[in-house]
């Protein structure tokens, strides 16, 4: 069976520090890879996704993620974060061939500024 | 112009009395998803459909049904609503066609339910 997981549930970082949330998934078949994030009363946000190709991908507002399929593991990045990064995170993954989409548990980072 | 399109965005219902909230596509996707989203927490996938195919979650109470009649529309029904089921419900679409043709998932705006 699918499943995500996030392994920081809430993280507190500085500005300027930088950023690594970790996320897991287990699924032998092909997945395609996202992550989300919430900022507080806000909609989901897609980050940066991954369907193929280059392992390494990047988003907006200076994310980045990177899949390792050894690993099952798609962690995101961030080297500088900012107080307006302070938000929900979710990783997704998502059944390449039924289409069945689920979510991490989510991690909460607050910036201190 | 939206794309996935959640109807009404605010609902509120009595303990106990069926609710529909409905949602509607226009990009064509042949997946379309119903999630429960509470406070702080994550989007929990109620069931998905594929084209016509329904595919329930194993934990979604039977109280939740859904209705797909074609591409463009899709329905959450709750059967008897308790105040445990007060919640953001998300309806998404995304396309499957195989190798190098998939998309990310489009979430409309949400339905936000009250149960009073």
């Known amino acids: 069976a699918q499943s995500v997981s996030q392994h920081n549930h809430h993280v507190i970082l500085s500005e300027a520090a930088s950023l690594e949330l970790g996320c897991n998934y287990s699924?032998?078949?092909?997945?395609?890879l996202f992550w989300y994030v919430q900022y507080p009363g806000q909609h989901l946000q897609l980050l940066l996704k991954?369907?193929?190709?280059?392992?390494l991908v990047k988003g907006i507002k200076g994310f980045e993620a990177e899949f390792i399929k050894s690993k099952f593991s798609f962690n995101l990045r961030k080297p500088s974060v900012q107080w307006s990064d302070t938000a929900e995170y979710f990783c997704a993954v998502k059944d390449g061939n039924t289409g069945k989409l689920i979510f991490g548990q989510g991690t909460t980072l607050q910036v201190k500024p | 112009d939206a794309m996935v399109i959640q109807n009404p965005r605010y609902q509120v219902t009595q303990f106990g009395k069926p609710v529909t909230l409905s949602c509607s596509q226009t990009?064509?996707?042949?997946?379309m998803y119903w999630y429960q989203q509470k406070s702080s927490q994550a989007p929990k996938l109620l069931f998905h459909y594929y084209d016509k195919d329904f595919n329930n979650e194993a934990d979604t109470p039977d109280n939740f049904q859904s209705r797909r009649p074609n591409t463009s529309f899709c329905f959450l029904d709750i059967r008897s609503p308790g105040l445990g089921d007060a919640a953001m419900y998300l309806c998404?679409?995304?396309?499957?066609?195989?190798?190098?043709?998939?998309?990310?998932?489009?979430f409309g705006q949400g339905t936000r339910l009250t149960v009073v």
């Open positions: 990009l064509n996707h042949n997946v």
């Open positions: 991954y369907f193929s190709g280059d392992p």
């Open positions: 998404a679409t995304s396309r499957v066609r195989g190798l190098g043709m998939n998309t990310e998932a489009f």
């Open positions: 699924y032998g078949g092909t997945v395609n």
